[in-house]
């Protein structure tokens, strides 16, 4: 498409613009990736990890976030790395740098916690892969991960953080301990975050291809000129409600998306629809509602505009009932509505539902599931954004 040429293009140029340079303490962090933390991670013991993250915006100077939000013990790391990714597993040594924590080469979190490393100089271009390796010296326990990452990741013996290539290194399709990269860039707008479910997370979308709909609003962004970093902070399964697949949107607010480095935005997507699906009987509109109101105020107090989503049609999905369905057309009326109190409306439901069946998705847009849109229906819903 023309707009994903000139993403590509944009991308080039944002490479020349961002050489490396001393990262300014008066130029403001903009998340250019993260990935909403969750309890469930397998254990780690003396292996380097390698994961892969693709950037929304450019900067000239990094900083990364770990996590050990649902560790039960002190998350020990060491020889921490961060380089642009070539393919694979291998990265560009010249783009090698380490990174440290309050001047360390190591650092400890303790369970609950997080850290955030010093800035390094580094050169990120937007829409780049950049690959973030770190060592485990010490058996982890169970670790803080985001399990549905949509993004091959690689698992190795030994401490091989800086190396070229992983030697035979596992693949993992979750990320562990890595929240978020942020970067500085004097032009950017702020960042906006993407606060939902399985259809955020990219669940229908292609392995690897950096496609789910933040993905393709990010192109989106920089074919119109404007610098604006997109924050996926989806987790599958996940409700407005009630905790399971991760916390609940109302319970992971704060950390998810409030603490993000210059969150302006948040778009409010597809969490309720899990509500509707998972819980028996399920939730009234009303409740819904009260709760989505609750996080526009959350948002509002922090000076975060507030952008509310219909919810798709889920028809012929396997917990669709009438029930749901009703309370869904109630939701979506209040999202519409002019008293709600929402900055903007994506209304997904509009762009992705078949007119002759509005209950359900257009044919062309369906993964096949009824609860999914493949990948010309998240990018209908990318279309639909529009950040005031």
């Not at 987790?235 to 697949?245: E, F, H, K, T, Y």
């Amino acid at each position: 498409m023309v707009w994903r040429s000139l993403f590509l293009c944009g991308a080039v140029f944002a490479s020349v613009l961002v050489a490396a340079g001393a990262a300014q303490a008066d130029t403001p962090w903009t998340g250019t990736w993260a990935a909403a933390p969750q309890g469930g991670g397998g254990p780690f013991d003396q292996q380097t990890l390698r994961e892969i993250v693709h950037t929304s915006v450019g900067g000239s100077a990094a900083r990364i976030t770990l996590s050990n939000a649902f560790g039960g013990q002190p998350l020990d790391l060491q020889d921490v790395h961060i380089a642009r990714r070539t393919s694979g597993s291998a990265i560009d040594t010249g783009t090698d740098r380490a990174v440290t924590f309050s001047g360390g080469g190591s650092v400890s979190i303790p369970a609950g916690g997080t850290a955030t490393s010093d800035p390094v100089d580094f050169a990120a271009p937007a829409g780049s892969d950049v690959a973030v390796s770190v060592y485990t010296p010490d058996e982890t326990g169970p670790t803080t991960y985001h399990q549905f990452g949509n993004q091959t990741n690689y698992v190795a013996s030994g401490d091989s953080s800086g190396s070229a290539d992983l030697v035979n290194a596992r693949t993992d399709g979750s990320s562990y301990f890595l929240a978020g990269l942020d970067v500085q860039n004097p032009v950017a707008e702020g960042a906006v975050v993407a606060l939902g479910a399985s259809l955020t997370d990219g669940v229908g979308s292609s392995p690897d291809a950096n496609r789910r709909w933040p993905d393709d609003l990010t192109a989106r962004l920089a074919s119109e000129g404007r610098t604006v970093g997109v924050l996926n902070e989806g987790i599958s399964g996940n409700r407005l409600l009630v905790d399971g697949a991760g916390q609940s949107a109302l319970n992971r607010f704060d950390r998810d998306v409030l603490s993000q480095a210059g969150v302006r935005w948040v778009i409010f997507s597809d969490d309720p629809i899990n509500d509707l699906g998972s819980t028996s009987p399920p939730p009234t509109a009303d409740q819904l509602i009260a709760a989505a109101g609750h996080l526009i105020t959350r948002a509002h107090q922090a000076g975060v505009k507030f952008l509310c989503s219909t919810l798709t049609p889920y028809q012929g999905a396997g917990y669709w009932t009438q029930q749901g369905e009703t309370q869904r057309e109630v939701y979506n009326a209040f999202v519409r509505g002019p008293g709600s109190g929402c900055d903007g409306v994506v209304d997904q439901d509009t762009a992705t539902h078949d007119p002759a069946d509005p209950t359900r998705f257009l044919p062309a847009y369906d993964s096949g599931d009824h609860l999914h849109p493949n990948t010309e229906g998240l990018q209908a819903i990318a279309n639909a954004v529009d950040l005031p």
